[in-house]
């Protein structure tokens, strides 16, 4: 596939952003992931952390000690061959959950924006490959793509002040999950007890960007989450 | 092991250092003292290395007893600081200079900040707290890195490193050092008395989404004053002024330290050290490096202007500023 040029723009004084698309769609996703390993393998002066968003790889250095138009033009030239034919393929991670209930209390509003049952909802949403666009908004929180265009929905008009941990929300056409309790606008139609992030652990994030995610629709809930532990 | 232990904690005290590095695509930001150049300016006037732990204190200190005797040093917002000795004999303290605090003494700092906002508290030896995800710093939101994941109690006896520093002739007695920092590194100036400052002028890089803004908001960006309103906290500076009219965007994107975001309400928001790595907001312009400090020292009721400046001359500005930061860190060879 021929390659689009990429573009970098400056973050304030400290960042350089290299743009490898505008729109949420696969090849950008992978150009996405291309770039970033070129760049976590390189080694550029200067560079403290590398992260990818949607669109973008985001490359942090010390503002201090780094000349921006020599590392610009480093990038560049690294990345002037972007080569996503070798790419490793993300990792498949299930996440058991259980959905509806007191686990998942929009599901019924999700199921009557949509104009299905909730057992349908459910399964269209288990029967996805969700494939995780970026980690942002909290440590460890998934941007999940994929979500089927039937189950779009805004974001709820008043947001929760309070998403219990391990909830799993729907908005838009993305799946998020909450690693930790903390105000949210999505809707909740789920739960699960996987630990999204381990700050002991390294990395601290269960998921990274290009991992597919599949949801594994747990019945018995308490059995189930007690052979898990 | 030397401890000090917290006998009130001040408003919000946390464990900070430089803050962390490598995580943003695990979705962990950097963290870290909000007021960087403070934060290492007080470890090298107690002899430890500029990345040591210490306490961030914001805008009232906390007591603490010091269970062995320590050099300490108090830099960044104006705080009046006293030591009082076991046999109940009390000092006061200055910013900026290192001072000997007697075994079974207590200092207090809780009295509310003359001028600015965040303190740093810095203990010859370092706050000895694990290193987790490479960094000392607190997370609060996420409850990881400091002390026990969160900011001080009553009753925490935080455990203090090795100090590199010898104890002076009468360790008995509060010692005060003449030595100090130059002003011009001070992020809160010398005889700053309050909020009511004239307006802080804060240096800033337009933002990716800058073009994105109406004409007439760019330049009221640049001409009205804002206003820090009181619920600013450790991940973001909150603005009222304007309020400015944004655009849409539709992706989130990476956001740094002191990006500001304009979301709907039109009220700006310059992200700060516990800041998420993402956000959906277009980014009107970027705080340049040099002046996070002095941002991190505005406190609610102060007003900021911003200017632009260009990439250029906020590198050339922070390589003035370390060269003068190493200037000091030399003169204080000697305490290390």
Redesign the interface.
Known sequence: MASSPLTIEPLGDACLVVRLGTTIDPATSQRVAAATTSLAAATLPGIVDIAPTFTTVAVVFDPARTDVGRLGAGIVSMLADLDTATLPAGNIVEIPIVYGGDDGPDLAAVAAHAGLDPEEIVRLHAATDHVVGMIGFAPGFPYLLGLPAALSIPRRSTPRTRVPAGSVAIAERQTGIYPRDSPGGWHVIGRTDRVLFDPLKSPPSLLRAGDVVRFVPVVDAPTARGMRR | MTMVEVVAPGMLTTVQDPGR????????GPGGAIDTVSHRLANLLVGNPEDAAAFEITLSGPRLRFLAASWVALTGATIDATVVTHDGRSSRVPGWHPFWVPAEATLACDAFAIAGCRATLAIAGGLDVPI??GGRGT?I?????GFRGRPLKTGDRVPIGVSRRSPPADPARVVIEPRSVANDLRSVPHGATGPAEDAMTIRV?P??EFADFPISTRSAFFTVPFTVTPDSDRSGCRLSGGPLEAPRMT??????A??IQVPPSGHPIVLAADH???GGYP?IA????IDLPRLGQARPGARLRFIEIG?DQ??SL??Q??RTIRTVAAGLEHLR
């Open positions: 590095t490598g995580w943003r695509a695990s979705g962990v987790v995800l997370d939101r996420s409850g990881f890195g890089l933002g990716p992706l989130s994107e990476a956001v740094m002191g990006t998420p790595v993402t980014r970027v705080v340049a490096t990439l906020a590198r922070l390589t500023r370390e």
